[in-house]
Nanobody, 119 residues
Framework: QVQLVESGGGLVQAGDSLRLSCAAS????????MAWFRQAPGEERQFVAA??????YYTDSVKGRFTISRDNAKNTVYLQMNNLKPEDTAVYYC??????????????WGQGTQVTVST
């Protein structure tokens, strides 16, 4: 059974930092690519960052502020978020992106973790 459990969110002020964690179980632990996504109120879920074989990829709005990493021994993916901005407010999820971008990610979404950044 595949399970993705996100944690580490919270209410912070602009300029603060948070580190999110995503614990994977089951077949999700073998996914070569893992990514973070986020969904702000009233918006669609969007890609934030991905990691594959040591290479990392970021959406433009978080480059230089967020860092994705992966600990295969712990089956955990992290997202270090620095210099947070109010526009980073969203529910954050992890998943394994499909190789075809138009298709949904491989696994059932977890519950996500709420990040709220105040001014």
């Amino acid at each position: 059974q595949v399970q993705l459990v996100e944690s580490g969110g919270g209410l912070v002020q602009a300029g603060d930092s948070l580190r999110l964690s995503c614990a994977a179980s089951g077949r999700a632990t073998s996914s070569p690519t893992m990514a973070w996504f986020r969904q702000a109120p009233g918006e669609e879920r969007q890609f934030v960052a991905a990691v594959r074989s040591g290479y990392t990829y970021y959406t433009d709005s978080v480059k230089g502020r967020f860092t994705i990493s992966r600990d295969n021994a712990k089956n955990t993916v992290y997202l270090q978020m620095n210099n947070l901005k109010p526009e980073d407010t969203a529910v954050y999820y992890c998943n394994a992106p499909h190789s075809a971008p138009a298709l949904p990610p491989l696994w059932t979404w977890g519950q996500g973790t709420q990040v709220t950044v105040s001014t």
